[in-house]
Structures are given as structure tokens and as C-alpha cells.
């Protein structure tokens, strides 16, 4: 393939594409404006001036619908694709996506059908476009439209506005820059009275995008020729005029072939008395050639601007696909894998959370720091080991039979009631590092952006976390309680062994913690105010001792149990769960807004499409 070709096939392609995306003009998005950046070739002229035989031989197929009266009624956009090798001819029309016409006479049935579908069996026009792909090895890529045929007055059966609407029709086709007007005028009218000219004049002043052809040669008046015109010195244009001999309505009828009529035409001018020093620059096949050389040079020059215009819509786009985030995989197991993906996403930010670098985890340790010391301190020790509670559970204690040197049982109650008190902080620590853990979840779900888009999945790795940090919670609150349990299960002998003893240190200073009471050691004493107050002093110091470990052991066991655990295995449970789940599921967790779906699918197919398209452009560039 030539350079021309690939670049004018290049464009062909990405206006196929921008149809097949619905962006063909008019719009204001980026593929609209790619569109109208790219060439395109429409026919112009009067009604049965020829326009849809011109399109015809172009082609070098008979696919449309010709003939005298009001024919072609909707604009019919007609994308021409060279294919390499093989000689399958296909045709295929947008409206009916993967059918495939072989049968050229049914190209143009359905042509007319669908005209008709739009505007009725009547003589009325519509300006909704017919897109007709035709893939052959024979043509040159080109995008041509072929257009109503403008007329002077309204016949029968049409509205009054029909003139002005067609003139409307052929207008905005022709007005844009990029468009290439092949303005058709029969040779056997006047030219001065070609509505072509006419119309290609007012949006092509300097004739550079207006190709003139001229048909109709052979049914001019006997004696008359088109030289004036041929030769540019009746009208000129940049481009040189071309004359056409297309099939006569008898030709039609008889069904000449293309073949046939393509050689009538060169005999034609080959043995034309008036055209034959011409006969190299007339005819269907040059005029197809001097089009496609056209547009290359037209394409050539908008590359810079066809590329640029390209890298902009892939930044806007890639941008737009970050916010849209990736699209979901279809199989199963790339479902799954996403899945994973976002729950690791989401550990990743907790664990940020809990390791510092995201704020959060410090509160951890103000519930070490502050309220779990806070807690012991304001525990009522001090009413529990009031003379009055000392007096009163060592005598409940000791029963009928005081005791003789030492109150062992008094002991024991005194220390298991104080004891006792410490399951209320060493709970509220789990709780108060429960609740922290809680928020910390809600915060990183929120932080995790790739989750955002999977509402359902969210919510399903909330619960999951929360469960998991309620399992973490009651194995903590466990372990807490236990430490405290343990610690009034046996106490620490050596602590008591070191208690001075009342009995030989009589008369000395007192236990630690209280004055010395008096110097008595007989009975009596033992039930003085001095004794209980020591016994009182001595519990309270043993329950400091307690307190001072608690202070560190119930941090150890939190941590261990529920802020350990929160870091090392908060999803197991889900993903074991997950593991269990059967492949539609998947799917269900992965539920995005619909709407959202389809601008990201979109989105992609255009920036595939883009892509493709700047790696084209970039190979044809550098073939020059
Ligand atoms: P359109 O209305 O401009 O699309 O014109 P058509 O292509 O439908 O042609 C109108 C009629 O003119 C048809 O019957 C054609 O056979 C006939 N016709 C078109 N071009 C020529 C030509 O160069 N020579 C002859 N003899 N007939 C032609
Ligand atoms: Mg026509």
C-alpha cells in the first residue's frame, strides 16, 4: 500500500470509527471536532444532474438508486475501504451492524427501504444520514456523500419548504472547511444555470475545495461542445474540470455493467473528435484518481493538526479513564484478583493508619498512655480500704474466732474485693481500642479511593472488618479479664513474707504505708484502730503492686489480641469467605453504577481508538 493510501485510509478508518461511536459532526466533543478535521468528498447538483452515477462510477459498483424524479431523499455517507488481497466485496451499512451485502442490488434495495422507513413512501427528504461501508480491493479509500438534488419548486406531494430544505441539507455539508465539493452540472444546460456552481461558489468563493464535473457529454446538442468549460474558460476553478459519461437511463434499464460502461467511457474520449487531446484527464477512473490525490495532500497538510487535536482527546480522556477508574475484568478469576486488589488497597491505607503516616493509630496509645492509668488511679480504693471496710471484712472473715496473729482470710477477701475493681479499666481499655479500630476502618474504606467506585464491595469489607474487630474485641476482653483474674487467683507470697511482723516487732514503727500503732502486743491490740489501719496499708500497697502490672500487662494483651490481629489478619475470615463464593458473585460485589459502566466503556473504545490512530499517524509520518 502507498503512503496516500494508508494516510487517506487511516482517516477512513477513524471516520468509521467515529460513526460507529455516533460522532459524526455536529457534536461538541472531541471525536466531533476529529471528524470535521477530516476530509470529506460530497456531491452537488441539480436533481438527476448525475450526482449518484458520478458517486457510481467512482466506486466502480452499481449500488445506488438512480434515475429521474426525486431519488436519493437522505444524505448517504459512503466510506470506501481498499482491502488487501483477496477480491470479497462486501458492503455494510451502520444501520445494520454485521451484515454483510455481497449482493450489490440489495445494497441499494436497502438503501430505498431504509430512505423509506425515515420518510415514508412519499417525495419528502430527511437530513438523518445513511452510513454505507463498501470494502473492496477495487476502490480508493475516500468518504463520499451523496446528496438530494437541489431543485427549483416543490412538486407535487412536498411541502412548499422542500427547496429551501434541501438547499439547508447540501448547505451544511458543504459549508464546513474540510469538505471537498464535487459540484456536478450536466453539460447539456447551460452552465451559467448550474445550481452547483451556484451553491459551491457562495461556500467556496476561491475554488479550491470545488472539483467541477461536467456529465453528460454525450447527450449534447449535435455540434456543440464542452471545451469552454473543460478548458476552464467558461468558469474557473483551482482544480481542473472534469467530463463524465456516465450510463444513459437505457443503459440502466439494460443493465450495462460497470466494466462495460467504464470502457464505453474511455472509447469514448479516446475517439471524441472535440475531447480526445483531453482523453487522459476525462472520465470516471481519473476523476476518482485526482480526488484520492487530492485529499492526500489536504490530509498531509492537517496532520500537525490531526495529531495534536489526537494527543489532546488522549489526555482528556486518560484523565477522564483515571477518574473513572479501570474497567472491571469479565472472567471470573480477573474478578476475583480485582477484588483482592481493593482489599489490599484498603489494608494498605489501615495499616498506614495503625503504623503512623496516617493519623489515627497515636490514639492507641492515649488509651495507654492517658486513660487506662487515669482509670486506675480513680478506682475507690480508698473507700474499700477505709478503716470502717477493713474492720468490718476481716471480722466477717474471722467468723466466731478471731484471728491470732495475722488475718490470712481477711487478707484474701480484703485483696480479691480490691482486685475485682480492676476489670472495669482493663475492659474499658479493649473498648476504648475497639472503638478507635472502628474508625479507623471507616476512615481508610473513605480514603481508599479505587474502592469508591463499589458501593456493595465497601460495605462488604466494612462488615467484614467490623465483625473481624468484634471477634478481636470479646478475645481481648478474654485475655484482660483473665490477667486480672490471675492476678487475685494466687498472690505473691514474697510480698507478705516481707511484711514486718506485728508479733516480734512490737514497739517498732509500723508496716509500710502507716504509722507504727501503738506499742502493745497483746490481744487486745490486735483489734485497734492502728492494727486495721496497717492491715488496710499493707492490701493497698499490695494492690499498687498489682496496679503498677496491670498498667503494662493489659496495653500487652490489647495490642496482642485485638490491634496485632486488626494488622495481621482483620479480611482472613473474608477471604476465606470470598474463596467460597461461586464466579456470579464476583460481579455482584463488584456492582458499579450502569451509567458510570458505560461512559468508562465508552471512554475506552475512544481512547483505544485514539491510540490506534496517533500510532498510524506516527508510522505514516516517518514512511514519507
Ligand atoms: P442524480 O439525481 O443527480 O443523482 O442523477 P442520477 O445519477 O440519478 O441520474 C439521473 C439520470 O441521468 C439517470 O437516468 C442517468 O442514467 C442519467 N445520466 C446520468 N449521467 C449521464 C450521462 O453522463 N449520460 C447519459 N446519457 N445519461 C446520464
Ligand atoms: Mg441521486
Redesign the pocket.
Known amino acids: 500500500m502507498t503512503t496516500m493510501e494508508s494516510l487517506i485510509g487511516l482517516v477512513n478508518r477513524i471516520q468509521r470509527a467515529c460513526t460507529a461511536l455516533g460522532d459524526y459532526g455536529g457534536g461538541d466533543n472531541a471525536f466531533s471536532s476529529l471528524w470535521e478535521a477530516l476530509p470529506s468528498v460530497a456531491v452537488v447538483?441539480?436533481?438527476?444532474?448525475?450526482?449518484?452515477?458520478?458517486l457510481e462510477s467512482i466506486v466502480g459498483r452499481d449500488f445506488l438508486p438512480?434515475?429521474?424524479g426525486i431519488?436519493?431523499r437522505r444524505p448517504l455517507v459512503l466510506q470506501l475501504h481498499k482491502t488487501e488481497g483477496g477480491v470479497n466485496e462486501y458492503a455494510e451499512f451502520l444501520h445494520l451492524p454485521k451484515r454483510r451485502f455481497t449482493d450489490f442490488a440489495m445494497v441499494r434495495k436497502e438503501i430505498q427501504d431504509e430512505t423509506d422507513r425515515m420518510t415514508g413512501k412519499t417525495k419528502q427528504i430527511s437530513p438523518v444520514p445513511i452510513h454505507l461501508s463498501i470494502y473492496s480491493p477495487h476502490v480508493v479509500n475516500l468518504t463520499l456523500v451523496?446528496l438530494p438534488?437541489l431543485t427549483k419548486v416543490a412538486i407535487e406531494g412536498q411541502p412548499e419548504s422542500i427547496v429551501q430544505d434541501i438547499e439547508a441539507m447540501v448547505r451544511s455539508y458543504v459549508e464546513k472547511p474540510n469538505c471537498i465539493i464535487l459540484a456536478?452540472s450536466p453539460a447539456n444546460q447551460d452552465i451559467a444555470t448550474s445550481d452547483a456552481i451556484k451553491l459551491a461558489r457562495e461556500v467556496d468563493p476561491s475554488g479550491e475545495r470545488t472539483f467541477g464535473v461536467l456529465?453528460?457529454?454525450?447527450?449534447m446538442d449535435k455540434g456543440t461542445n464542452a471545451l469552454d468549460v473543460l478548458e476552464g474558460r467558461s468558469y474557473r476553478l483551482q482544480q481542473p474540470w472534469v467530463g463524465?459519461?456516465?450510463?444513459?437511463?437505457a443503459?440502466?434499464n439494460k443493465n450495462v455493467d460497470m466494466i462495460v460502461a467504464r470502457r464505453k467511457e474511455r472509447e469514448y474520449f479516446a475517439t471524441s473528435p472535440d475531447y480526445g487531446h483531453l482523453a487522459s484527464k476525462m472520465g470516471s477512473e481519473y476523476l476518482a484518481k485526482l480526488l484520492s490525490k487530492h485529499l492526500e495532500s489536504v490530509i498531509r497538510a492537517r496532520i500537525p493538526s490531526i495529531t495534536s487535536l489526537i494527543n489532546k482527546s488522549i489526555d482528556e480522556l486518560e484523565s477522564e479513564m483515571d477518574h473513572l477508574g479501570r474497567p472491571i475484568a469479565v472472567d471470573a478469576g480477573a474478578q476475583l484478583y480485582t477484588i483482592l486488589e481493593l482489599c489490599r488497597a484498603f489494608d494498605r491505607i489501615f495499616k498506614e493508619h495503625l503504623d503512623g503516616g496516617r493519623p489515627g493509630g497515636d490514639r492507641i496509645y492515649g488509651v495507654f498512655d492517658n486513660q487506662l492509668p487515669a482509670a486506675l488511679r480513680k478506682l475507690p480504693f480508698d473507700r474499700h480500704l477505709s478503716l470502717q471496710n477493713v474492720r468490718k471484712v476481716v471480722s466477717e472473715a474471722d467468723g466466731y474466732q478471731p484471728h491470732l496473729i495475722a488475718p490470712e482470710q481477711g487478707y484474701r477477701r480484703l485483696i480479691e474485693g480490691s482486685l475485682n475493681y480492676f476489670r472495669g479499666p482493663a475492659e474499658a481499655s479493649v473498648d476504648a481500642v475497639h472503638f478507635v479500630l472502628k474508625e479507623l476502618v471507616r476512615k481508610s474504606i473513605g480514603e481508599t479511593q479505587e474502592l469508591k467506585r463499589f458501593p456493595t464491595l465497601q460495605a462488604e469489607i466494612a462488615a467484614a472488618a467490623n465483625e473481624a474487630l468484634e471477634r478481636f474485641r470479646e478475645d481481648s476482653r478474654k485475655t484482660v479479664v483473665r490477667l486480672v483474674d490471675m492476678e487475685s487467683s494466687y498472690l505473691t507470697v514474697d510480698f507478705f513474707r516481707k511484711l514486718p511482723q506485728e508479733v516480734e516487732k512490737a514497739g517498732g514503727p509500723g508496716g509500710p504505708g502507716g504509722p507504727g500503732g501503738p506499742a502493745a502486743s497483746n490481744a487486745a491490740d490486735r483489734y485497734s484502730e492502728g492494727h486495721f489501719r496497717r492491715i488496710g496499708s499493707n492490701v493497698s500497697s499490695y494492690v499498687g503492686m498489682v496496679s503498677e502490672t496491670l498498667r503494662n500487662t493489659i496495653p500487652k494483651a490489647v495490642v496482642y489480641c485485638q490491634v496485632r490481629e486488626a494488622k495481621q489478619s482483620l479480611l482472613n475470615h473474608f477471604y476465606t469467605q470470598i474463596g467460597k463464593k461461586e464466579a456470579k458473585q464476583f460481579s455482584q460485589l463488584l456492582d458499579e453504577d450502569p451509567a458510570l459502566m458505560e461512559r468508562r466503556q465508552q471512554c475506552a473504545k475512544r481512547l483505544e481508538l485514539y491510540k490506534a490512530a496517533r500510532d498510524e499517524i506516527d508510522s505514516v509520518s516517518w514512511a514519507r
Do not use: C
Request: overall charge positive.
Open positions: 447538483g441539480g436533481q438527476s444532474s448525475g450526482k449518484s452515477s458520478v438512480r434515475g429521474s431519488v436519493t451523496d438534488g456536478i456529465t453528460k457529454l454525450d447527450l463524465i459519461v456516465n450510463r444513459s437511463q443503459d440502466i
